[in-house]
């Protein structure tokens, strides 16, 4: 049964596991060091009318002697409710995941009262791996910004070129804007890695924080009704995501240059007009959940069970 201890610190109401009675133990929030009290004595029993009481016949002595030494724990983390007998996730601290003072202030202003179960983020060496692809793209999207200054050769009469001047710049600028931190994709991941997402498992909802531009913080809340039909993907290495929702994205397309030729009223001479549409605007869904963490079914397990979420197929 866990032990109910309220943190001096910053208040916060934490239940201990039972195997932490009369220890000391880090509080997961702000890292201060609670004393667990112990479990409550056994009531003492009254004996009947007419029985007379039983003289205890071992020694003080002898019971101190006899009593286990107590193991020591470490205070540097605590271990959250098991999920299975003999299973456990350790509850790591906010030092120990080394979320930045900025980021971590968003997190507890959502978390608010509530118990933190579990905390994860994706796995660092996964995110690296996946940088590696951007200086592929950067390098095609840097060549392609001298490839458009050929637009400027294109013969249009002087009083539209400034039009295709203008968009020639603005492709040419697109472009380098887009391939250039493509190209130090994989420095500028490991620069900004401890900005990666967090996920938080409380007593009630699995919570996705995103950091944005290291100011401030999204927040994806997902309650026990719309984790029934999430998702779990697991690779060989034990490295999988949980797919709890999707995140909209709008996709505004890009800028399509139209000429249209006629002749003149009085027929003596050519028009051309120039027009601009956007072409290939398009909405694309982005998953969002626990991606890319360690231990993907014991987390899943876990949040089934805190969440009370049933196993896919049972009744």
């Not at 943190?7 to 009369?22: E, R, V």
């Not at 498992?201 to 919570?207: G, H, K, M, P």
């Not at 001479?269 to 014991?298: C, N, Q, W, Y």
Request: charged share 20%; aromatic share 6%; proline share 10%.
């Amino acid at each position: 049964m866990p032990i109910p201890v309220s943190c001096s610190s910053c208040q916060a109401k934490i239940n201990a596991p039972d195997h932490l009675a009369g220890k000391k133990a880090k509080c997961p929030r702000c890292s201060a060091v609670l004393q667990i009290p112990g479990s409550a004595p056994a009531p003492v029993q009254t004996p009947n009318p007419g029985t007379k009481p039983v003289a205890a016949t071992t020694p003080r002595a002898s019971t101190s002697a006899t009593a286990p030494p107590k193991p020591r724990v470490k205070p540097a983390a605590t271990t959250a409710p098991p999920v299975e007998a003999g299973s456990a996730l350790p509850l790591l601290s906010f030092e120990e995941l080394k979320i930045p003072p900025r980021y971590r202030k968003g997190i507890e202003k959502e978390v608010g009262e509530d118990r933190i179960v579990w905390m994860g983020r994706p796995n660092p060496q996964e995110r690296i791996r996946q940088a590696r692809l951007g200086p592929i793209f950067g390098i095609v999207l840097v060549l392609l910004a001298p490839a458009a200054g050929c637009l400027l050769l294109i013969e249009v009469p002087d009083e539209n070129r400034w039009m295709l001047q203008l968009a020639a710049a603005g492709f040419i600028a697109m472009l380098l804007l887009m391939g250039l931190p493509l190209l130090f994709l994989p420095l500028l991941v490991r620069m900004f890695i401890n900005y990666r997402p967090v996920y938080v498992l409380l007593e009630r909802r699995a919570v996705v924080f995103h950091n944005i531009m290291g100011f401030s913080v999204k927040v994806f809340s997902y309650d026990r009704a719309e984790l029934q039909d999430m998702k779990v993907h697991v690779r060989e290495n034990g490295l999988g995501s949980i797919v709890m929702g999707t995140e909209a994205y709008e996709h505004i397309g890009r800028l399509q240059h139209r000429s249209d030729t006629r002749t003149s009223e009085d027929g003596s001479r050519k028009v051309v007009t120039h027009t601009m549409r956007r072409v290939g605007a398009h909405t694309s869904h982005i998953p969002v959940g626990f991606l890319d963490v360690d231990e993907v079914r014991a987390v899943e397990a876990m949040v089934r069970h805190t969440l009370k979420i049933p196993a896919p197929g049972s009744a």
